[in-house]
């Protein structure tokens, strides 16, 4: 399905009801699942990712071939989850997904005692699990790998019997994820220490007295309508239900990163108002995603759509997404008249822009639902932007488009 925006007169005031975090909702799946305990989740994220990890968790005991998609997340958590679980699993995914290397979490497993072996290509999935009761013990990680590994071993470890002491290599990045994986645990009973580039597990199962749990909606999402509010006229408003402002997501800092480009953000019980009160100044911005790199692809749109230079740095994951997002960047906004400067871990732009002639842009998505959202906001900027397999964003927010046309775009 493609889908050709069209720029509004204005974006009509109005509620949005974000999806819950995709993060959260993952994380806590994984801890009910381990623990067996009884608590409902409320705003549990509507995602294909979470979609997928729900059905995977209620179908693993009878299923030969558990198939998560292009679903990252869920196959490394899975792959942790299952380790544990007695049984023969083969745990795969779409030929995306299929790329995207796991070597070095499987290896620390290993190292734990876990039978998995690759089916195809050593250090990709496909993998073959099979599941026993784990020692535990010490070992160490990459902190320049995924921070979803450390979140995948460290979400199991109260279930390891002489639990977890696990030592992070180098940097670790987007630490962020991992302080919200230790904080849900918490919450949930474990026992967690984090100190310097070492945190210990105990073997304490999960535990919760409540009767639900409520998942709050997903920085990620509204950070889409920070954009939107910032190539947007001078009184603009949007107001955006259940976002928690003491939040425990790393991408909450969006609302910081849009005050340089005019947008405040105000808080009243369990929703918050954005309004786009002045312009830009065009100096340069730079800013090092390393603790946030989902909303750098926005943050470049953004920018470019208000013609402002930017240098910005720590986008080393970026390549390892569900596509190799820098260069799908590269590539689309080249489309717009804007070459970008790219290395392996940065983008450069200057502010120049050459669209004099441009007529219908069509974005490719790459099978990447944050290609799709990320570019949606420039429709103010560049009119009849097509956005190709717009779909795609089912993957993280399946109600975007419908929420776009709330907000009066066509």
Known sequence: MNLQLHKPSQLIPCEINLPGSKSISNRILIIKALSGLDF???NLSD?????HLLAALDNFSTASVIDVGHAGTDMRFLTAFLSLKKGSYELTGSERLQQRPVKDLVEVLQ???????YKNTEGYPPLLIKGKQLEGGNVEISGSVSSQFITALLLVAPYFTNGLELTIIGDLVSKPYVNMTIELMKEFGA???????????QPVPYTYSKKEFVVE???SAASYYYSLLALSTTGTTLNLRSLFLNSLQADAVCREIYKIFGVTTECSGNEVKITKTKAVNNTLFEYDFIKCPDIAQTIVCTCIGLKQAFYFTGLQT????ETDRISALQNECRKLGIE???????IRWGNTRNDSSLKTVSIATYNDHRMAMSFAPLCLVFDNLEIEEA???SKSYPLFWQHLKQIGIE
């Open 111 to 117: 190292n734990l005692g876990a039978e998995i072996t």
């Open 318 to 321: 970026l390549k390892l997404k």
């Open 191 to 201: 026992s967690v220490s984090w100190n310097n580039n070492q945190i210990k597990v």
């Open 40 to 42: 409902s989740i409320q």
């Open 340 to 346: 970008l400067n790219v290395t392996a871990n940065s």
């Open 217 to 219: 909606s997903d920085w």
């Open 47 to 51: 995602s294909d990712d979470t979609m």
């Open 391 to 393: 779909n795609v964003v």
